[in-house]
């Protein structure tokens, strides 16, 4: 079988408190997935970000970074906790982001910057990593700021600088004006097959479940500043490809075929000019990421 992960350029509406704490212990991990654990803050260089870390004990873990108006709510619980079956999973607010504190940069290097703050701060000396769509961003940039903390790398429905389809953002979330949260997700992570709808409104369900503690709205300004950020990433670069040669490390690329926001044309580009990729492209999806379940 395979699960299915969709995550949209939108969010739905979630409340919630939260209590102070220290970095989970191993133990607790094992015992918690996507809907039970805790939310945790860190100090980060003076700023509190909001993380949760589930999963399997020992090894290398896994950071993973939303797209576009994500949170830690967004991500499909069928992926997550697979993932964690293998890895120990780490999934978290970068700054400004929901329940995480500060201003949210408007550009996609600042961005990488905090998250390398942010692993730093929970003294890992090596990750895994997994970006989707904007988190794709972040994630190429982190791997060529700072090599030497990265294992292996996950990019799902993302490209690089001046990725293809990417500048007309404006005009497709133009086009979804009056949809709800539901028919939003569906409409950027899958196609009209019945198929694929059935998939989507699986995997919206699944994003619902946790109903205990979840994540906050992005605020008006993070949601600007995201914007910003993806805007200028999509800005035309002669030398992306050259730059994302400098990548040595292992990387998995997955690509729905019928991206709307990022073609799939992206993850071809980068497969070319990656020393040790491998891809895999879906037909009949769109902003969707697929794996096998153990």
């Given at each position: 079988?395979?699960?299915?992960?969709?995550?949209?350029?939108?969010?739905?509406?979630?409340?919630s408190?939260r209590?102070e704490?220290e970095?989970?212990?191993?133990?607790?991990?094992?015992?918690?997935?996507h809907q039970?654990?805790k939310?945790?803050?860190?100090?980060?260089?003076?700023?509190?970000?909001?993380?949760?870390?589930f999963?399997?004990?020992?090894?290398i873990?896994?950071?993973?970074?939303?797209?576009?108006?994500?949170?830690?709510?967004?991500?499909?619980?069928?992926?997550?906790?697979?993932?964690?079956?293998?890895?120990?999973?780490?999934i978290?607010?970068?700054?400004?982001?929901?329940?995480?504190?500060?201003?949210?940069?408007d550009?996609i290097?600042?961005?990488?910057n905090?998250?390398i703050?942010?692993?730093?701060?929970?003294?890992?000396?090596?990750?895994?990593?997994?970006g989707?769509?904007?988190g794709?961003?972040?994630t190429?940039?982190v791997?060529l700021?700072?090599?030497?903390?990265?294992n292996?790398?996950i990019?799902?429905?993302?490209?690089?600088?001046?990725?293809?389809?990417?500048?007309?953002?404006?005009n497709?979330?133009?086009?979804?004006?009056?949809l709800?949260?539901?028919?939003s997700?569906?409409?950027?992570?899958?196609t009209?097959s019945?198929?694929?709808?059935?998939?989507?409104?699986?995997?919206?369900?699944?994003?619902?479940?946790?109903?205990t503690?979840?994540?906050?709205?992005?605020?008006?300004a993070?949601?600007?500043?995201q914007?910003?950020?993806?805007?200028?990433w999509?800005?035309?670069?002669?030398n992306?490809?050259?730059?994302?040669?400098?990548?040595?490390?292992?990387?998995?690329i997955?690509?729905?075929?019928?991206?709307?926001?990022?073609?799939?044309?992206?993850a071809?580009n980068?497969a070319q000019?990656?020393?040790?990729?491998e891809?895999?492209n879906?037909?009949g999806?769109?902003s969707?990421?697929?794996?096998?379940?153990?």
């Amino acid at each position: 079988m395979t699960s299915v992960l969709c995550l949209t350029l939108f969010t739905t509406t979630a409340m919630s408190c939260r209590e102070e704490s220290e970095i989970t212990t191993i133990q607790e991990t094992q015992t918690e997935n996507h809907q039970t654990a805790k939310t945790r803050f860190i100090s980060v260089k003076g700023t509190s970000f909001a993380y949760r870390i589930f999963g399997k004990e020992g090894g290398i873990p896994l950071v993973l970074l939303p797209g576009l108006g994500g949170s830690m709510d967004d991500w499909d619980p069928a992926i997550t906790n697979g993932l964690a079956q293998k890895y120990k999973v780490i999934i978290f607010d970068n700054k400004g982001v929901a329940a995480s504190q500060g201003t949210t940069p408007d550009n996609i290097q600042a961005m990488a910057n905090d998250a390398i703050d942010f692993i730093e701060a929970l003294h890992l000396n090596k990750v895994n990593i997994m970006g989707f769509s904007m988190g794709g961003f972040i994630t190429q940039r982190v791997v060529l700021t700072k090599p030497s903390i990265i294992n292996k790398v996950i990019l799902t429905g993302t490209g690089p600088k001046g990725a293809i389809g990417l500048s007309n953002l404006p005009n497709i979330i133009a086009g979804t004006a009056g949809l709800g949260p539901e028919e939003s997700f569906l409409k950027f992570g899958f196609t009209q097959s019945t198929e694929s709808i059935a998939a989507g409104k699986a995997s919206y369900s699944r994003t619902q479940l946790r109903t205990t503690d979840r994540d906050l709205a992005l605020s008006d300004a993070t949601s600007a500043s995201q914007f910003a950020a993806v805007l200028s990433w999509a800005q035309p670069n002669a030398n992306a490809l050259e730059e994302i040669k400098e990548i040595k490390n292992q990387v998995l690329i997955v690509h729905g075929e019928n991206d709307l926001p990022v073609s799939v044309q992206n993850a071809q580009n980068m497969a070319q000019n990656l020393d040790h990729a491998e891809t895999g492209n879906f037909p009949g999806f769109g902003s969707c990421l697929f794996f096998p379940e153990s």
